[in-house]
């Protein structure tokens, strides 16, 4: 009886035990330091393109980490940069490949009603190790396809950082 009692306890301890890991979850995000860093270089680009924009990381729940805005970027150039990463982020993939999935019918193109969601080139994922860490947004250059090389630009500096 009294061994069956002591199986039984190392039963239940070895169940909570597993439990307990079970209610944790771990997971990587991008670090502010790097997010500063990605976005500054973005905007360091832009700059040298002659473009005024602003540039937004954000980590992989969609809250912005920076918000960088040159003085001359549009009054809706933050709130654009924004969506663009959110989109990117949500959806996992690049928004101008979103596009591109929308214009070739293999997504639905009402996606681009959802809210917060802004179908426009410029939002692009941060991925390391198969994670996603956040995401960076540029809006304000005269075309989404200039958004999205500043934004590249800024992802490129610390693609080396976020390998692991």
């Given at each position: 009886?009294?061994?069956a009692?002591?199986?039984?306890?190392?039963?239940l301890l070895?169940?909570?035990?597993?439990?307990?890991?079970?209610a944790?979850?771990?997971?990587?995000?991008?670090a502010?330091?790097?997010?500063?860093?990605?976005a500054?270089a973005?905007l360091?680009?832009?700059?040298?393109?002659?473009?005024q924009?602003?540039?937004?990381?954000?980590?992989?729940?969609?809250?912005?980490?920076?918000?960088?805005?040159?003085?001359y970027?549009?009054?809706?150039?933050?709130?654009?940069?924004?969506?663009?990463?959110w989109?990117?982020?949500?959806?996992?993939?690049?928004?101008?490949?979103?596009?591109?999935?929308?214009?070739s019918?293999?997504?639905?193109?009402?996606?681009?009603?959802?809210?917060?969601v802004?179908?426009?080139?410029?939002g692009?994922?941060?991925?390391a190790?198969g994670?996603?860490?956040?995401?960076?947004?540029?809006?304000g250059?005269p075309?989404g396809?200039?958004?999205?090389?500043?934004?590249?630009?800024?992802?490129?500096?610390?693609?080396?950082?976020?390998?692991?």
């Open positions: 009886m009294k061994c009692i002591i199986i039984a306890a190392a039963a070895a169940g909570a035990s597993g439990r307990a890991e079970d944790i979850v771990t997971y990587k995000s991008l502010p330091d790097i997010a500063f860093e990605m500054r973005a360091e680009q832009c700059r040298k393109d002659g473009f924009v602003a540039v937004v990381a954000i980590d992989r729940f969609g809250q912005p980490l920076v918000v960088l805005r040159d003085r970027a549009g009054l809706g150039a933050i709130s654009t940069a924004t969506g663009k990463a989109t990117a982020v949500n959806f996992g993939r690049n928004t101008s490949e979103l596009i591109k999935s929308i214009q019918g293999q997504l639905s193109a009402g996606l681009a009603n959802l809210p917060n802004v179908m426009l080139a410029g692009m994922v941060v991925q190790g994670s996603t860490l956040g995401g960076i947004g540029v809006a250059a075309g396809d200039k958004d999205e090389s500043c934004a590249k630009a800024g992802l490129s500096a610390v693609q080396d950082k976020l390998e692991f």
